[in-house]
């Protein structure tokens, strides 16, 4: 009974490779969020969708680029992997997008690019 | 200057001791402040949210707000080893896309 899940929870690959990475959200949601953890562990939004409408995108690569097939789901895909890639990204969700509105996270994708 | 901004610590507490956190925040508009507690190798999860200035408890945990002052703080009572994680300060940036922008976090540790 998971509440935001993601998988894979490690993927290591070679730099140029494209890889994906999936999360999914059983609470109910209407918003999901990628963010991105860096090895200073400083946590940045990345991306944000609302009822499948894309309502946040930081300024991120165009490597970079989420899709959501259904209000449950938000996957993010990345081309041409680079060194500078490599982090733990997490996928979010919360009820709405009012500023009360508590997001939850899921357990991370550990991403180390070679 | 960040718009969220932590001392990144380590912070040393002895156990039982009470262990304060800070935070304080750029954007003057800012209605809602939260703190995430995030244990090694693990994801963010709530431990406080707050709306109101003063003061909001929550068992051992403790938010204070101070709008005027934009600054957000945490204290945790009767500190236990278990509560030696990194503490999260986010603020949400954007009204109608929640847009949450997080501090550097503080490192606790509570020594036995």
């Known amino acids: 009974d998971t509440a935001v899940s993601q998988t894979p929870k490690y993927l290591v690959t070679q730099m140029g490779n494209d890889k994906s990475i999936k999360c999914e959200q059983n609470l109910g949601h209407d918003t999901m969020y990628w963010y991105k953890q860096d090895s200073k562990k400083f946590l940045k939004i990345m991306f944000s969708y609302n009822n499948k409408e894309l309502i946040i995108n930081e300024t991120v690569p165009n490597r970079f680029s989420p899709k959501s097939p259904d209000k ?3 996957n ?3 081309n041409s992997l680079e060194l500078g890639d490599s982090a733990v990204y997490f996928c ?4 709405g997008t009012s500023d009360t509105d508590t997001q939850y996270f899921g357990p991370g994708t550990r991403l180390t690019v070679l | ?30 209605q809602s402040f939260f703190w995430y507690r995030q244990y090694s190798g693990k994801s963010p999860e709530l431990i406080m949210s ?8 929550d068992g051992r945990f403790t938010a204070q707000l101070n709008k005027a002052s934009q ?9 236990q080893p278990s509560d030696s994680a990194t503490y999260l300060c986010a603020v949400p940036q954007i009204q109608g896309a929640q847009k949450l922008v997080f501090g550097q976090g503080t490192r606790l540790t509570i020594n036995p």
């Open chain 1, 72 to 74: 449950a789901h938000l």
């Open chain 2, 50 to 57: 707050i709306y109101s200035n003063g003061d909001k408890e």
């Open chain 2, 1 to 30: 200057q960040k718009e969220v901004e932590q001392n990144s610590g380590p912070l040393s507490v002895p156990e039982g001791a009470i262990a304060s956190l800070n935070c304080t925040y750029s954007d003057r508009g800012s």
């Open chain 2, 71 to 79: 600054y957000v703080s945490l204290l945790i009572r009767d500190s």
């Open chain 1, 76 to 78: 993010l895909h990345i």
């Open chain 1, 92 to 95: 979010a969700s919360s009820q």
